[in-house]
């Protein structure tokens, strides 16, 4: 089994920024092998991606992120603290949901919300105007 617990989450005037983590665990999970992905859910609203970062493997993990947040937002990962990291920079209220992390049983990160094995519980993120 996997557990995800994200943190980093809170208030933020707009155009200012955070750093959400999301730390892994499991008796037998070896995090480096799998892809994982932030997502975001606003209230009546459906849960969408925002990031995702392939397995370490290859020279460099692969990243990906929704058109909304590309060039705003990163992901990265340390494998050693079986953590990954979402920064977010230039916050605007539609960034305003809860945040989670996802791992995926598989190298190969997709956008998918049914894709992903593993969720954490979330973390509040709220950006005034």
């Not at 089994?1 to 920024?17: I, P």
């Not at 959400?20 to 209230?43: E, H, I, K, V």
């Not at 460099?60 to 992901?75: M, P, W």
């Not at 305003?96 to 509040?124: E, L």
């Amino acid at each position: 089994q996997v557990q995800l617990e994200e943190s980093g989450g809170g208030l933020v005037q707009a155009g200012g920024s955070l750093r959400l983590s999301c730390a892994a665990s499991g008796r037998t999970f070896r995090f480096r092998d799998y892809a994982m992905g932030w997502f975001r859910q606003a209230p009546g609203k459906e849960r969408e991606s925002v990031a995702t970062i392939s397995w370490s493997g290859w020279s460099g993990e692969i990243t990906g992120y929704a058109d909304s947040v590309k060039g705003r937002f990163t992901t990265s990962r340390d494998n050693a603290k079986n953590t990954v990291y979402l920064k977010m920079n230039s916050l605007k209220p539609e960034d305003t949901a809860v945040y989670y992390c996802a791992a995926k049983d598989s190298r190969i990160p997709t956008m998918g919300v049914n894709d992903y094995d593993y969720w954490g519980q979330g973390t509040q993120v709220t950006v005034s105007s």
